[in-house]
């Protein structure tokens, strides 16, 4: 046992997987691997003034078998009243949770174990909860995910460290093989439980070690060694393109009120692994019920945002959250199920000068009439912002609303009217903002500009003209 120790205490310290004082809760079962492990952590904090720990033994009772989880039970608990170890016992009825939320007997177990596990380590305060994966079940963890498809994260397996609701989640003993473990507690005289489900292969992760690495293993008698070879190497360059990832995504994607966006331009220019990186970060990041490791709808969006057309479309990646592209821009687009993008609103303007502060929008529209020259109509006319007309050729009153189906307008150079969805195409204006462009009509109705859109051909400034209304869009207004 003691070689044991010491590669357990050297993980220690190159993972930092503890600190001196903190305190750890340790899952046990009561098989060879979960008993070995707290009797290493139990001689690390005890024969190692500097480590000062303390540990917590957790066992659970699944509820699946009552006659072994009750001997079980009483068996860690004489192993922590013999180490002088608190000891937390969880009866968990995982059968009555399978009917309830419809999961099968392994995951309905791991959430359940897990949710019990962290409520021990909160009420203890501790700061890690040891789990006693070893390199055996590192192999099975990498083979399974091949077999399901899994990308590089998934093939990186188990992570010695990592944190979940701010506690670490150790495996002090992922680099160990089971038959050094066992072999380990049979020498020190160390006696364990063997879980008889553990033998039935019913179970996929049972299968996997049961029947198929032994089958595979008739082809590399080291298949365990190379899985776990590949899931330390997968690991790191994981880490590294997450890193890659984070700076990629500090630098392409922008705040878009309650989503976020990028332009596809960069976005275009960098690799398609960070490319697929950036778009699970987005979906990690966004709250919804989508899983950012759906591989397929990462794709959608990627080969989406890189083809040249179409230029707009919209996605449904579940959970209220809609992947919208608008021309140069992709938009990521949260609880947009609830949405209502038929924002309606109509304002009188009876008299001149007036302002009309469209509510919800943050734009003002501001309405000026004045004797003036042609230049200096020009000069004040030069912006989108801004449009002049005729006074005189005016018909009153005038109208701000939104757009309406159907929407046409006069403009210059073309017979007859264009309706203004496609001036908005013309303009490259994305979709998601054009119900919130306003429209000024005159009293007959006639749309007379678009503001920063387009002007109509209606009420023209000329020679002529003694008088002008001046409209100008305050985008900053509310």
Not at 3 to 19: C, I, N
Not at 252 to 268: C, E, K
Not at 279 to 284: C, E, H, Q, V, W
Not at 437 to 442: A, K, L, M, N, R
Request: glycine share 8%; hydrophobic share 40%; aromatic share 6%.
């Amino acid at each position: 046992m003691y070689r044991l120790v010491e590669q357990v205490r050297r993980a220690g310290e190159e993972y930092r997987l503890w600190s001196p004082g903190d305190c750890i809760v340790v899952a046990v079962s009561g098989g060879p691997d979960s008993v070995a492990l707290l009797h290493i952590l139990h001689t690390i904090a005890t024969r190692t003034p500097q480590q000062r720990l303390s540990l917590v033994c957790a066992h659970i009772n699944h509820g699946f078998r009552p006659e072994e989880s009750q001997e079980e039970a009483e068996f860690v608990k004489g192993i922590t009243d013999r180490l002088g170890i608190p000891f937390e016992l969880g009866h968990l009825d995982i059968p009555a949770y399978m009917e309830e939320s419809g999961k099968g007997p392994q995951l309905a177990a791991r959430e359940k174990r897990y949710e019990f596990l962290h409520a021990v380590a909160r009420k203890h305060g501790a700061s890690s909860i040891a789990l006693a994966h070893h390199a055996d079940d590192q192999a099975e963890t990498v083979l399974m995910r091949i077999i399901r498809g899994s990308g590089l994260s998934g093939l990186a397996g188990m992570r010695v460290k990592r944190s979940v609701e701010q506690v670490n989640l150790i495996r002090p003993l992922l680099h160990i093989y089971k038959a050094e473990i066992v072999k380990a507690c049979q020498d020190a005289g160390i006696p364990y439980r063997i879980d008889s489900s553990n033998l039935q292969n019913k179970y996929a992760r049972n299968a996997i070690r049961l029947d198929v690495l032994p089958f595979l293993g008739q082809y590399n008698v080291q298949l365990a060694e190379s899985l776990n070879r590949l899931a330390e190497t997968a690991g790191e360059e994981d880490d590294y393109m997450q890193q890659a990832a984070l700076q990629t995504y500090r630098e392409l994607v922008t705040a878009d009120g309650p989503g976020l966006a990028f332009q596809i331009g960069p976005f275009a220019s960098v690799h398609a692994a960070l490319q697929r990186r950036l778009i699970k970060l987005i979906l990690n990041y966004l709250p919804s019920g989508t899983d950012e490791s759906d591989f397929v709808k990462i794709e959608h969006v990627r080969q989406g945002a890189i083809r040249e057309f179409p230029t707009t479309w919209r996605l449904d990646l579940g959970g209220g959250l809609q992947c919208v592209r608008e021309y140069d821009t992709i938009r990521f687009i949260p609880n947009a199920a609830g949405e209502d993008d038929s924002l309606r609103y109509t304002y009188r303007v009876d008299t001149i000068p007036a302002e009309i502060v469209i509510q919800g929008l943050g734009t003002n529209l501001l309405f000026t009439q004045t004797e003036t020259g042609l230049d200096a109509v020009k000069e004040m006319a030069e912006s989108k912002d801004k449009a002049v007309f005729d006074a005189d050729e005016l018909v009153y009153p005038l109208t701000v609303r939104s757009r309406q189906p159907g929407d046409a307008m006069q403009i210059m150079g073309l017979n007859g009217t264009k309706k203004v969805k496609d001036i908005f195409i013309d303009e490259k204006i994305p979709p998601s903002l054009r119900s919130r462009i306003p429209i000024v009509t005159d009293g007959k109705g006639r749309i007379i500009w678009i503001p920063g859109i387009r002007r109509s051909i209606i009420a023209p400034v000329g020679p002529r003209t003694s008088s002008v209304v001046l409209m100008t869009m305050d985008r900053a207004g509310e």
